[in-house]
């Protein structure tokens, strides 16, 4: 059984906006920071944004800063990426992950997360 699931990815006009969420089981949802990732095509997977355990720090690429939000709800076991003022250049798979270590500050590196989601594609057309 998959442990995160995202979904509420789709096709997008430039300027538009999309929400991600995704939706976490297995371990206590609210021990762990979590993190979005994208890998454009032909490219390889690079970092988007994190979210410590508790919610209250987080932390961008440079690419994104401004324009996407990072939330979660451990209530409902789910972590969010608001993604406004989309760009041709933000089109993607978008995967969510869950850091491997429970209590540590969300993280830009791939292998500080073991639990990785199946991804969900965003297209933003031009």
């Known amino acids: 059984q998959r442990q995160l699931v995202e979904s509420g990815g789709g096709w997008v006009q430039a300027g538009g906006s999309l929400r991600l969420s995704c939706v976490a089981s297995g371990r206590p949802f609210n021990a762990y920071a979590m993190g979005w990732f994208r890998q454009p095509p032909g490219k390889e997977r690079e970092f988007v944004a994190t979210i410590t355990w508790g919610g209250s720090s987080t932390n961008y690429a440079d690419s994104v800063k401004g324009r996407f939000t990072i939330s979660r709800d451990n209530a409902k076991n789910t972590a969010y990426l608001q993604m406004n003022s989309l760009k041709p250049e933000d089109t993607a798979i978008y995967y969510c992950?869950?850091?491997?270590?429970?209590?540590?500050?969300?993280?830009?590196?791939?292998?500080?997360?073991?639990?990785w989601g199946q991804g969900t594609q965003v297209t933003v057309s031009s």
């Open positions: 992950a869950r850091r491997n270590i429970p209590y540590q500050l969300g993280s830009d590196i791939q292998n500080d997360y073991d639990t």
